[in-house]
């Protein structure tokens, strides 16, 4: 049988249990920024399952703003105080 690829590791895992995208960089050996990507794609993937993958949004550790638009993606600041202290978004599949 082959090994199974990334995404495919990483969508088995994200169905044990929620992780954000820099744990999956670091379990998987991968970059921030890849993890997001398969995540992403793991997310379109889903459409027309019975399942779905569900987002934990990022939050400012100073304000406490959790209102982003874009859950996927790991944004560089807090667009109401500009804190550069956030927490980063958490990924499942339920």
Do not use: Y
Not at 5 to 14: C, G, N, Q, V
Not at 15 to 38: K, P, V, Y
Request: glycine share 4%.
């Amino acid at each position: 049988m082959a090994e199974r690829t990334t995404r495919e590791r990483i969508a088995d895992h994200l169905r044990e249990q929620s992780a954000e995208a820099g744990t999956l960089a670091n379990e998987f050996e991968i970059t921030t920024n890849a993890a997001l990507s398969h995540v992403d794609h793991i997310a379109k993937s889903l459409d027309g399952t019975d399942e779905e993958l569900l987002a934990a949004p990022p939050t400012c550790n100073d304000c406490g703003f959790d209102d982003f638009n874009d859950l996927i993606n790991r944004p560089s600041r807090c667009p109401e105080c500009k804190s550069e202290s956030l927490t980063e978004p958490a990924f499942t599949i339920r």
